[in-house]
């Protein structure tokens, strides 16, 4: 693989590839245009802490959804028109889904995007999460066009708030060390953060595959509504050293997910 490629995307979805001799990968990272998106919205906080982790290691370029996409997969806008709203300071809000932000990025917007990173996540995707997850599809999609990309999201729990500027300053390094591999078509990769104390140490950071189980199946019934999916995060199943593992016990968990 050279090591360095311009994907150009055209209006029939078809991908050109051409040599550079720019390095980017696969060796030391110096500066690297970034896409970045998430599907919380493109005001939420996690956003923000990717594009201060993206800012160390190069430009970023913020094209996210104007609003929470939470859960919405790879669901793309088909028969409905979507609007690019610019926000100033290299920010457009995509008034569609994080696929859409990712299309309209690449196509219109910052067809000269080395990498897409979307995130960080206001909530963990781990294991079979990475099927139903706007963070990861956003991710997913690139890929499918010829950009590799990297999908960062934070476990919770109920009733703590984020450390922002924390979760930063825990990517900023893995973001260095994936950007000085050698790019691999068809790979993305997926982080996850833990939630620790304010005091914790900065956790270590383990290699791994993703967890192949979903939530257990678990419905509530309530009388004017009907019946509400109420899988609990915590009851999941744990492989041992897969990603649900290794994030429920502290850790950061990055896994290589091969798409194609």
């Not at 959804?65 to 919405?72: D, E, K, L, T």
């Not at 793309?76 to 859409?100: K, S």
Request: one cysteine or more; proline letters at 6%; hydrophobic letters at 40%.
């Amino acid at each position: 693989m050279p090591d360095s490629l311009q994907v150009i995307l055209t209006c029939s979805s078809r991908v050109h590839v051409r040599n550079r001799r720019t390095r980017w990968g696969g060796s030391l990272v110096t500066s690297v245009k970034f896409l970045l998106t998430n599907d919380d919205g493109i005001d939420a906080g996690g956003l923000e802490a990717l594009r201060l982790a993206a800012q160390t290691i190069g430009e970023s370029v913020v094209v996210a959804p104007a609003g929470p996409q939470s859960g919405v997969s790879h669901r793309v806008t088909w028969q409905e028109g979507v609007r690019i709203e610019p926000r100033g300071d290299g920010r457009y809000a995509i008034h569609g889904t994080p696929a859409d932000c990712v299309r309209l990025g690449l196509l219109k917007l910052v067809p000269d995007a080395k990498w897409i990173l979307s995130g960080i996540n206001h909530g963990a995707n781990l294991g079979a999460d990475v099927h139903y997850s706007g963070t990861v599809a956003a991710v997913r999609e690139a890929v499918l066009h010829g950009w590799p990309g990297i999908a960062v999201s934070h476990y919770r729990k109920s009733k703590v708030e984020f450390d922002w500027a924390r979760a930063a300053k825990w990517v900023t390094p893995i973001l260095t060390d994936i950007l000085a591999k050698p790019i691999e078509l068809g790979l993305f990769y997926n982080v996850n953060l833990p939630n620790l104390p304010a005091d914790a140490t900065t956790p270590e950071v383990v290699w791994c595959s993703l967890d192949p189980n979903p939530l257990p199946l678990n419905y509530r019934h309530e009388e004017e509504s009907d019946l509400y999916f109420a899988g609990e995060y915590q009851l999941r199943h744990r492989a041992p050293g897969a990603d649900v593992d290794v994030c429920f016990g502290g850790r950061i968990a990055v896994t290589a997910v091969r798409l194609l």
